[in-house]
């Protein structure tokens, strides 16, 4: 293949991310290329070397620019692809004594790896360079001189150079970062939706109120000084192409210069970004210096929570546009909740007449705003589907519905009544009421019971399939997944409208409560790890200290339901032998040991759990050589074991298929034969307490035939959960005499 000519025309391919296609398209024909045909993530179009360079110079939206010089049919084969990659005059692209890279993508019933598919496109570039006389070139993946690119893709084959390098989102400005920062092309293209250019020609301001590192607010910044958004970058791929014309890039490099220093002067539009982390506010502050616009935008520490207008701001118009974190993680969501609810709030108060303009990855938690939103744009943030919700902020307050029916002479429902300053649903209005309902139902009990830890909620409204549980001055919320009868998108908004008023019915922060999803779980999953965080705090039951992780695991160490079973156990245990069967963390070999068992065992399988006990232990000062832990099956355990105890608590899962038993564990089914084990382990005159949380658990008569055995269900619950008198089943076994 010859070398292209400045005039000639070429095919190129401009990469993107996918959503902005469209976009891509008309910046490229504004930058005077013509082009051919959209396909996905990507823009074909026809142009001359000159326009080609300022494409990559220019373009705001852009990953790459590629220029196509091969385009093949039927290749299926390694053979077939090596053939086609052949066939291109390579010494006309790839210079002597530079590095190269091949970047393939793609794959067909024989190629079925990228590398090997590269791999043979190089050997096929490698030997046709051989066959010319040039050396053979030596490869780099990170930093190449140059970059080939190679799609497959129903066996049409496509060859190109990659004028771009790295990618063109790579402006060279961002050396510092703050938490999952947006990629700059895709920063540039939000910005291009909420109509960010035409707005700074009418003289409007912007404002970012969680700014990060800066990326929407210097992307805007560029736009708004006509600095071409490349013009820092260090180095481009078609500096390393042989084919690369020296002049025609350096005249294009001077010209967007100029143009940068005039539009930097010219420029008067006025940009804000707000941020409560130093660091991030440092960050940005150095990436605008960095990218040469730090004159066109003011930078504040500053929470949500407290943000104001800035005084020399007195646009009647502008955009507020962010890029809010949307929980990608369950756990997440509390925060998130209100932090939506007060930007949409803050938006209101200080910005009517504006448009905020917010791109977020869970659009349910857009719903939080309390703005419509005009217009949706469907995108892709690396592989997350995302949405960027443009909504119109009313210039002049509007009367509420609430405020409409009070004009009209209607009662005000509690559906309109306010949390706070901030107006919520009918629905999460009904949650607080019951909240606060339940608070008073328990208020007495607490104050004489000095009860810490305890349930507020538990789906007490089919439509707050949830259960709340306090610890201390922190809030466990568990999530009942909804039937499949329910629809999901609106279970998750009891969700929310549930999350935005727990923080203030119950007095505490967004950041105290913890959210967890309860599903039907196989095996040990309830007992598996879901986080990493180690954050555990010391509660109280009783005159026992425990720990307590509520964020790591399903349950959170300590099972509220059974602390009238641990309040016996304590007190039946005064000089007794006790044995703790199932004893997940041992809150109950705890409360025996205070309450003055002479030894005890904790049988588990689970090593997390027994060293979970043993902290417990040593929290409470309890003598590790009389109280001792064993990890085994405690079906094992029990048929081995030879020491009789004076009292027994024994608590199995209803369900378990774990690796470490011998065979699976169904309660209904099993436990004649454990019950009939532990017996044998019950001194005369001692005492079995059995409990399950099978809610359908019947007895086996033959028990009762041969042992004394009691229920005492009823009396196993404190007023916090008699609710439901079906979470548990308690019975108590003696031999008879």
């Known amino acids: 293949m010859?070398?292209?000519?400045?005039?000639?025309?070429?095919?190129?391919?401009?990469?993107?991310?996918?959503?902005?296609?469209?976009l891509l398209l008309d910046e490229l024909l504004a930058l005077g290329a013509r082009p051919d045909k959209a396909t996905v993530a990507g823009v074909y179009f026809s142009a001359d070397l000159e326009t080609a360079y300022r494409a990559c110079l220019w373009s705001r939206l852009a990953n790459r620019v590629v220029l196509v010089i091969k385009r093949a049919t039927m290749v299926q084969s390694a053979a077939e692809l090596y053939s086609a990659a052949l066939g291109v005059s390579w010494p006309s692209h790839v210079s002597a004594g530079n590095t190269l890279a091949v970047d393939f993508h793609g794959r067909s019933d024989q190629i079925r790896h990228t590398r090997f598919g590269a791999q043979t496109v190089k050997d096929a570039v490698v030997d046709s360079l051989a066959l010319a006389g040039l050396p053979r070139p030596d490869i780099d993946t990170k930093t190449p001189d140059l970059r080939l690119y190679a799609h497959l893709h129903r066996a049409n084959l496509t060859l190109g150079v990659d004028l771009s390098g790295d990618s063109l989102h790579r402006r060279g400005y961002r050396k510092?970062?703050?938490?999952?920062?947006?990629?700059?092309?895709?920063?540039?293209?939000?910005l291009v939706r909420a109509g960010w250019l035409e707005r700074t020609k009418q003289g409007e301001a912007l404002v970012d109120p969680l700014c990060g590192s800066g990326t929407l607010l210097i992307e805007a910044a560029l736009m708004a000084a006509d600095q071409a958004p490349n013009l820092h970058r260090p180095r481009f791929g078609f500096e390393g192409w042989a084919g690369h014309d020296v002049a025609i890039w350096q005249e294009l490099k001077r010209e967007a210069q100029a143009r940068a220093s005039i539009g930097r002067k010219r420029c008067k539009t006025t940009l804000y970004g707000f941020d409560q982390s130093p660091a991030a506010i440092s960050s940005a502050r150095a990436n605008a210096m960095r990218a040469g616009v730090p004159a066109l935008i003011e930078l504040a520490g500053q929470s949500l929570s407290q943000l104001t207008r800035p005084e020399a701001l007195d646009q009647s118009r502008g955009l507020i546009i962010t890029n809010p974190p949307y929980g990608e993680r369950l756990g997440e969501l509390p925060e998130l909740v209100g932090l939506y609810a007060t930007l949409g709030d803050k938006a209101r108060a200080l910005f009517p007449g504006w448009t905020l303009a917010v791109f977020t990855g869970n659009p349910d938690l857009g719903h939080r705003l309390g703005l419509r939103a005009h217009k949706q744009y469907a995108l892709k943030n690396a592989a997350l589907d995302a949405k960027l919700l443009l909504m119109e902020?009313?210039?002049?307050?509007?009367?509420?519905?609430?405020?409409?029916?009070?004009?009209?002479?209607?009662?005000?429902?509690?559906?309109?009544?306010?949390?706070?300053?901030?107006?919520?649903?009918?629905?999460?209005?009904?949650?607080?009421?019951?909240?606060?309902?339940?608070?008073?139902?328990?208020k007495k009990w607490l104050k004489q019971s000095g009860e810490t830890c305890y349930r507020i909620y538990d789906a007490d409204m089919p439509e707050f399939a949830l259960a709340v549980d306090r610890y201390g001055d922190k809030v466990h919320v568990q999530e009942y997944a909804a039937p499949k009868s329910i629809n999901a998108g609106q279970a998750q908004k009891r969700l929310f409208d549930a999350l935005e008023v727990l923080p203030e019915a119950l007095g505490v922060h967004s950041s105290a409560i913890y959210i967890k999803r309860r599903e039907r779980q196989v095996g040990n999953a309830q007992y598996q790890k879901r986080g990493a965080s180690g954050e555990r705090f010391e509660v109280r039951e009783g005159d026992a200290r425990l720990w307590v992780n509520l964020r790591d695991y399903l349950d959170t160490g300590l099972f509220l339901d059974h602390r009238p079973v641990r309040r016996m156990l304590g007190e039946l245990a005064q000089g007794k032998r006790f044995l703790n069967l199932f004893c997940y963390t041992a809150t109950a070999t705890v409360?025996?040991?205070?309450?003055?068992?002479?030894?005890?065992?904790?049988?588990?399988?689970?090593?997390?759990?027994?060293e979970w006990a043993k902290d417990?232990?040593?929290?409470?000062?309890?003598?590790?050589?009389?109280?001792?832990?064993?990890?085994?099956?405690?079906?094992?355990?029990?048929?081995?074991?030879?020491?009789?105890?004076?009292?027994?608590?024994?608590?199995?899962?209803t369900f378990s298929n774990s690796k470490k038993m011998r065979d699976t564990l169904d309660v209904q089914r099993d436990h004649p034969r454990l019950i009939e084990l532990a017996m044998a382990r019950l001194a005369p005159g001692g005492t079995l307490v059995f409990s399950n949380n099978q809610r359908r658990f019947k007895l086996d008569e033959a028990l009762t035939e041969r042992y004394l055995v009691e229920e005492i269900t009823a009396n196993t619950f404190d007023p916090d959960f008699q609710r439901r008198t079906n979470l548990h089943h308690v019975f108590t076994l003696r031999h008879r005499v």
């Open 2 to 22: 010859t070398e292209p000519s400045q005039n000639a025309s070429l095919e190129f391919l401009a990469t993107c991310p996918r959503g902005i296609e469209s």
């Open 176 to 190: 510092e970062v703050g938490h999952a920062p947006l990629k700059e092309n895709l920063a540039a293209a939000l």
């Open 393 to 442: 902020i009313d210039a002049t307050p509007q009367a509420s519905e609430s405020d409409e029916r009070i004009e009209q002479g209607e009662s005000q429902p509690a559906a309109q009544a306010v949390s706070g300053e901030r107006q919520v649903s009918e629905n999460a209005q009904m949650f607080a009421n019951r909240l606060a309902k339940n608070q008073k139902r328990l």
């Open 591 to 610: 409360q025996a040991a205070l309450g003055g068992a002479s030894d005890s065992v904790s049988v588990d399988m689970s090593n997390t759990y027994l």
């Open 616 to 653: 417990n232990f040593a929290l409470n000062d309890l003598d590790q050589r009389r109280h001792r832990v064993v990890r085994e099956d405690c079906f094992r355990w029990l048929e081995r074991a030879d020491t009789q105890f004076d009292l027994i608590f024994m608590d199995p899962p």
